[in-house]
């Protein structure tokens, strides 16, 4: 961030509390995550009237209303492109995009994959409770194949999506992923998504209390989360286990589970984490993990910085207004091919 976005004085949680109501479902993973937000905000060091939060459609679409920020609730799937040009055109706003899996991976997918692809300096919040929330419970692109919804009373016979995969595909070069019960996990990581430069997506694994009741509890449940999950951090070994004695390693291209003392396994060959390896081989890896063979990656799985879209772009709009002929409209109007008609 520039100079002048830092705070003059100190920001507190209760300077982004709003006096309205929030009207999210009692027991809905949103409050935490509202209330997470609200607290890591200050700690980024921007002055509340720099930053601003775009939304789509959906239950999670609400944010803007629930936080005292600038905000904008936009249209179903088009945050993105909505929070593209905010950010163009004031590159020293802090831009957050709060969306849900059906409005930014089926609607607004075009989007989603374009605005990673570009780069551009924007944090995007996607709350994963793979289902239709707002709506009343139709099936989203992350709903579990096979699960019965009101759309699939058979069962869904589509694919669902890894928001990972994805973000990975579409060269996304910032990619973590956090659980709405963690709230110390949560902080750290959307601290981190909003120093990374360049597109931020952080997927959250949320409660949907009424529509998708307990639809993470293989991975957040309490008496499994230490055997179900494992936490990355920057320049760690990959340990996870209710006694951190479990860890990956990488054998014939494949990630694998080991024990340390068994079978011969040390620490030596436990992988380290490095989020900012250009190549994304093994993030990829690591975002599509899952059970019951492998334990379901959190944290921070990529933070490469490279160029970021808007700085380039202002360098290029810069370059051309001191290389052009042209100084306003009307020579521009005039200029290459034209004719007279008599």
């Known amino acids: 961030m520039s100079e002048e976005n830092l705070n003059i004085c100190e920001l507190t949680k209760q300077d982004f509390?709003?006096?309205?109501?929030?009207?999210?479902?009692?027991?809905?993973?949103?409050?935490?995550?509202?209330?997470?937000?609200?607290?890591?905000?200050?700690?980024?060091?921007?002055?509340?009237?720099?930053?601003?939060?775009?939304?789509?459609?959906?239950?999670?679409?609400?944010?803007p209303y629930y936080i005292n920020t600038y905000g904008v609730h936009g249209m179903h799937g088009r945050a993105a492109p909505i929070a593209s040009g905010i950010k163009v055109a004031n590159p020293n706003l802090s831009v957050w995009v709060v969306t849900g899996d059906g409005d930014?991976?089926?609607?607004?997918?075009?989007?989603?994959?374009?605005?990673?692809?570009?780069?551009?300096?924007?944090?995007?919040?996607?709350?994963?409770?793979?289902?239709?929330?707002?709506?009343?419970?139709?099936?989203?692109?992350?709903?579990?194949?096979?699960?019965?919804?009101?759309?699939?009373?058979?069962?869904?016979?589509?694919?669902?999506?890894?928001?990972?995969?994805?973000?990975?595909?579409?060269?996304?070069?910032?990619?973590?992923?956090?659980?709405?019960?963690e709230p110390k996990m949560m902080r750290e990581?959307?601290?981190?998504?909003?120093?990374?430069?360049?597109?931020?997506?952080?997927?959250?694994?949320?409660?949907?209390?009424?529509?998708?009741?307990?639809?993470?509890k293989e991975i957040t449940g309490k008496e499994v989360r230490k055997e179900h999950q494992i936490y990355l951090k920057?320049?760690?070994?990959?340990?996870?286990?209710?006694?951190?004695?479990?860890?990956?390693?990488?054998?014939?291209?494949?990630?694998?589970?080991?024990?340390?003392?068994?079978?011969?396994?040390?620490?030596?060959?436990?992988?380290?984490h490095d989020v900012m390896d250009p190549d994304d081989t093994v993030h990829y890896m690591l975002a599509r993990m899952s059970l019951p063979e492998l334990p379901v990656a959190m944290g921070v799985i990529r933070a490469w910085e490279t160029g970021v879209f808007e700085s380039m772009l202002t360098d290029q709009v810069e370059h051309a207004k001191k290389n052009t002929k042209i100084t306003n409209v009307n020579e521009l109007l005039r200029s290459g091919n034209t004719f007279q008609v008599d």
Request: net charge positive; charged share 20%.
């Open 189 to 216: 990581v959307f601290k981190k998504a909003a120093e990374h430069k360049g597109t931020s997506t952080v997927e959250i694994l949320q409660n949907c209390i009424i529509f998708a009741n307990e639809v993470h």
């Open 234 to 272: 920057h320049g760690e070994p990959m340990l996870y286990g209710e006694n951190n004695d479990k860890g990956l390693i990488l054998v014939k291209g494949r990630l694998k589970s080991v024990t340390v003392g068994m079978d011969g396994y040390t620490m030596d060959d436990i992988l380290v």
């Open 17 to 63: 509390k709003v006096t309205n109501p929030v009207k999210w479902c009692a027991g809905c993973g949103g409050h935490s995550v509202l209330s997470t937000v609200q607290n890591a905000l200050p700690e980024t060091l921007v002055k509340k009237e720099n930053i601003v939060f775009v939304s789509g459609i959906g239950c999670s679409s609400r944010f």
């Open 104 to 181: 930014m991976l089926a609607i607004g997918g075009n989007h989603f994959i374009h605005i990673l692809r570009r780069n551009i300096n924007v944090n995007i919040l996607l709350f994963n409770n793979k289902i239709y929330g707002l709506t009343k419970g139709q099936y989203s692109p992350t709903t579990p194949l096979g699960s019965v919804t009101k759309t699939s009373p058979e069962g869904t016979i589509e694919n669902p999506f890894k928001p990972g995969e994805l973000a990975m595909g579409a060269q996304g070069t910032f990619f973590a992923r956090v659980v709405d019960t």
